[in-house]
Every structure is written in structure tokens, then in C-alpha cells.
């Protein structure tokens, strides 16, 4: 019963995803360009942490086989913040040049991963594992909305998405 109890929560997760005011916006046409341009600024901080985050997971070292999962999932995701950095600059942002700090929403969301990965492993890949299933009906809207007023150079952003879906990475889990 467990096991689909964990389904059925996933479930409600992703399809609050596509039910989201983001989402709408997205399909509605009411995503202005600092609406979509800040989505990827925010998204961009959790990917610039996500080292670091997955660093403190790996310093628990724990069984051979879930030790190399998380090591394969870090390296996985290494660089992947200059995909989204590069998307920025096309629209004349470069928080890191500009010293731009992420929300307090996003801290929050960075800092309870972080928190997460230093003390409580297993919560971490559960959290993780929500994170990174794939949206494609949300990145799709991301980049009809983005084409649609404009910003054609920023999707290139969710090549970090594409990429993961290519490669087909081992879940963190």
C-alpha cells in the first residue's frame, strides 16, 4: 500500500505542475517577457547550487551502489547553470556578473536541499526525485510562450531538461 500511496502523491505533485497560475500564463498568453525571463533567472540559481547541494549529499558516502548513483547524478548535472546563463545573457542579464541573489522563495527552496542533503539522505532523493520528473507540457508552454513574444533564445534553457531526458540518468533514488 505504500508504494501506491507514493504514486498517487506524485501524481497530485505533477499535476499541480500543469494546473499552476505559471502554467496558465504560459498557455493564456499573459507571460510577460520579465514573467518567463525571471522564471529562468530563479531556475537558474537552484541549477548554480545544485553542486554544492549534491556535494554534501555524496559526503555521506553510504552503500557502494547509491554512492555511485548520486556521484553519476552530480556529474550529470555539472555545468549545466552555463546552459542557463548563456539563455540569460541573450536577454542582457548575467546574475552572476550582477551579483543577483535568487527570491526568497527560491533561498528557501535552495537551503531545504541543502538542509536536506546534510542531514536527512533519504528525504533528499525523495525531494529530488519529484524535481527532476520530466514536465514536458510545462517546458513545451515555456517555449510556445517564449516564441510567441519574441524570445526565441530563451528555451535554449531547457536543453539542461532535454539533456537529461536524453541521457536518461539514473534517478537520484
Given at each position: ?34 514573467v518567463l525571463t525571471g ?24 552503500a557502494p551502489q547509491t ?96 539533456i537529461r531526458q536524453l ?7
Open positions: 500500500m505504500l508504494f501506491r500511496d507514493v504514486q498517487q502523491f506524485v501524481a497530485r505533485a505533477e499535476t499541480r505542475i500543469c494546473t499552476s497560475s505559471l502554467f496558465h500564463a504560459f498557455e493564456d498568453g499573459t507571460a510577460s517577457k520579465e522564471y529562468v533567472l530563479e531556475y537558474f540559481h537552484v541549477v548554480h547550487a545544485s553542486p554544492a547541494i549534491l556535494g554534501q549529499a555524496l559526503a555521506h558516502g553510504g554512492y555511485r548513483i548520486m556521484r553519476d547524478y552530480f556529474l550529470s548535472e555539472c555545468r549545466h547553470d552555463e546552459l542557463l546563463l548563456r539563455s540569460l545573457e541573450t536577454v542582457g542579464i548575467n546574475p552572476i556578473a550582477d551579483s543577483i541573489v535568487p527570491l526568497p522563495s527560491t533561498f528557501a527552496s535552495i537551503s531545504a536541499l541543502s538542509m536536506l542533503a546534510r542531514q536527512d539522505l533519504l528525504s533528499f532523493k525523495s525531494v529530488l526525485f519529484i524535481f527532476e520528473r520530466p514536465q514536458p507540457e510545462f517546458h513545451e508552454a515555456f517555449v510556445r510562450r517564449c516564441i510567441a513574444i519574441g524570445l526565441p533564445d530563451l528555451p535554449p534553457a531547457f536543453v539542461h531538461v532535454r541521457i536518461a540518468a539514473p534517478s537520484p533514488v
